[in-house]
């Protein structure tokens, strides 16, 4: 098993629509969750990060995280072709400094 | 403006000659990393540092040397490249690991 896990997609929606990104991790003693969204050929960027269980918005975003399922997610309101990236989550290290990353999610946002 | 650069942005070289791609922050940031990603794997950590001195492996060190003898400082050192060192790299620092990565803008190496 994968220590961060998303699915790599390409996940396809059509513009305004709502879009929904998972992640799965296994390391328990994770506190801080990121989510990052990385266009083609430029650097990650970050767009969300969460620490409580439950929700946290912020504008078309909203990050949710479950704890006891090691689980988080981050979905896309009124979705917009400018949102056509791939999004990588990223729990913070618990204890050691090292960071793993998920695969990142490929959302494509059609017109 | 607070950012992390990176130098060479691009770079062409020949298997076995030895390179260095810095990077720097500006931030006073005391964690920093290196990543590499290619098609189909993800970013994935080559070696971070939580302080100067200090520096640790990732997970996928091997052929890859750093130091970290001041704060805002954090080479790359490929002593002896090979083909499958061909990849994006990408620096960042933060404030923590359990903080916000800001990233670099990446630097494209092909290792002929």
């Known amino acids: 098993q994968k220590e961060v896990e998303q699915n790599s997609g390409p996940l396809s929606v059509p513009e305004g629509a709502i879009a929904s990104l998972n992640c799965t991790y296994s390391d328990r003693g994770s506190q801080s969750f990121f989510w990052y969204r990385q266009y083609s050929g430029k650097s990650p960027e970050l767009i969300m990060f969460?620490?409580?269980?439950g929700d946290k918005e912020d504008g078309r975003f909203t990050a949710q995280l479950n704890k006891a399922s090691q689980y988080v997610s981050l979905l896309i309101r009124d979705s917009q072709p400018s949102d056509s990236a791939t999004y990588l989550c990223?729990?913070?290290?618990?204890?050691?400094?090292?960071?793993?990353f998920g695969q990142g999610t490929t959302l494509q946002v059609k017109p | 403006e607070a950012q992390v650069t990176q130098n060479p942005r691009y770079l062409i070289t020949v298997t076995g000659k030895k390179l260095t791609v810095t990077c720097s922050q500006n931030?006073?940031?005391?964690?920093m990393s290196w990543y590499r990603q290619d098609p189909g794997l993800g970013l994935r950590q080559i070696y971070y540092s939580m302080n100067v001195e200090v520096t640790d492996k990732g997970d996928v060190p091997e052929g890859y040397k750093v130091s970290r003898k001041e704060k805002r400082n954090f080479p790359l050192i490929l002593e002896s490249p090979s083909p499958n060192q061909t990849s994006l790299y990408f620096c960042a620092s933060s404030l923590s690991a359990n903080n916000e990565q800001f990233f670099g803008p990446g630097t494209r190496l092909t290792v002929l």
């Open positions: 990223a729990p913070g290290s618990s204890n050691t400094g090292k960071l793993i």
């Open positions: 931030m006073n940031h005391e964690y």
């Open positions: 969460i620490y409580s269980n």
